[in-house]
């Protein structure tokens, strides 16, 4: 954190597309199916209590694959979503 108590973190952010009804996986749809994950960036100005994304989705994204999401459920759960612990204290 800094001094004024900005506090600034990475998010794991997941969609499930089965939740949304944008998963055509046969028989039915479920993870690992249609499951995309990637990084975003959160700020928090008191200390970490409350939180809200850096800039507005999707300019808040850090990382990411560089293919787009596929409903068709063909391809497992994949993308970069596993954030590191503190960086500087």
Same mark, same amino acid.
């Given at each position: ?17 089965? @939740? ?54 063909? @391809? ?14």
């Amino acid at each position: 954190s800094f001094g004024n108590g900005t506090v600034i973190g990475l998010l794991h952010t997941e969609y499930p597309g089965m @939740n949304f009804q944008n998963c055509h996986a046969k028989p039915k749809p479920s993870y690992p199916k249609c499951w995309m994950v990637s990084i975003g960036m959160a700020i928090s100005n008191d200390w970490g209590y409350t939180w809200r994304h850096i800039h507005s989705p999707p300019h808040h994204l850090v990382a990411t694959v560089p293919y787009p999401y596929d409903p068709t459920g063909t @391809n497992l759960a994949f993308g970069w979503g596993d954030t590191s612990g503190i960086v500087r204290h």
